[in-house]
């Protein structure tokens, strides 16, 4: 991390960092797993429109998978990309409206539906553009990708209620059936998969079963997601069938019935994605915090810190100091909204206005908590862009 001080050390710590030649590396990397799928990018782990546009560059990306429409609106209007995808349901009516009003939009931006009372909340939102004011609304049906080897027993993300062949072929008939939508597309995320680090450290039987359980969920989820897109197809084209995330590139990248692949958290590189067994991207978002107190000789406190993860509370959301090297959060306090303590013969080292450097677990919450970021490229600071809370945006 001396480079990286070296760097900035005109600024003034709370501030975040993108090692640019990282973040490139970990966009090639990926473009190279996904063996020739186009990857679409997954905005809420970047949250920055520098760095969006950066990526949309890179060969092997194309398109947008957004976390809200709001955003997909935004980033539509600055021109990133004519293909975006809402990758979550809407009930943001503001944003349906403006949506179905505007044809560059509406031709350019596919919301997700998992259910005919989606289309209910859709229509009553847009009743006041009714008519030949309303265009054709893009939709992408949702399929359930979590394992379910036994009954009651449900292995991954609570998304969509669509699991079978069956309730697919049959919500893509009732779509048919209505005016005012086009369905252009399948997704289907395997979070069991994508999302769950194989490799966590130090817990070998723990390895053991989530390679054993991620093995066959793939292979049901193949079969399975092979059978959907068939049955869908046999009713209306398609232009894309998405899937998969950073965590399962190559496999879902591999399936026949998969056309484009997603993935946003291998180009920050977060603690999260440090336990894969076959990759391990480069961390290229990092985030320096300034000491404030010496509370003990192997104690010291630093400003501000409690940046934890969403997702179940365990010790693998919380910020991890990463330099000086030998430092730990002070169990008892842990990371904290104004301090944090951090404890360790590294810490002896530590004076006042010295920085202590930090990860994030996950990949685009970092920039909710950062107006900017600062750019390092190579041996010197490139430019300092805002993240989307930098641009008075947030669609949380």
Known sequence: MRRYDEITSELDPPFAVVDLDAFDHNAADLARRAGGRPIRVATKSVRCRYLLERVLRTPGFAGLMCYS?????????????????????????????????????AASIAVMVDSVEHLDLIDAALGATAGSARHDIRLCIEVDASWRPLPGLHVGPRRSPVHTVTQARRLTQLVLRRKGFHLVGLMAYEGQIAGLGDAPGGQPLKAAALRWMQQRSAAELAERRAAVVRAVRALAPLEYVNGGGTGSLERTAAEPAVTEVAAGSGLIGPTLFDCYQAFRPRPAVLFALPVVHRPAARIATVFSGGYPASGPIGADRVPAPCSPSGIRLLATEGAGEVQTPVVGEAARRLRLGDRVWFRHAKAGELAERFAHYHLVAADRLAATVPTYRGEGRSFG
């Not at 935004?74 to 505007?102: C, F, I, K, M, Q």
């Open 69 to 105: 429409l709001a955003e997909a609106l935004w980033l539509h209007r600055a021109g990133l990309s004519d293909d975006v995808l809402v990758a979550y349901p809407t009930a943001d009516r503001a944003a349906l409206r403006e949506l179905a009003a505007n044809p560059a939009a």
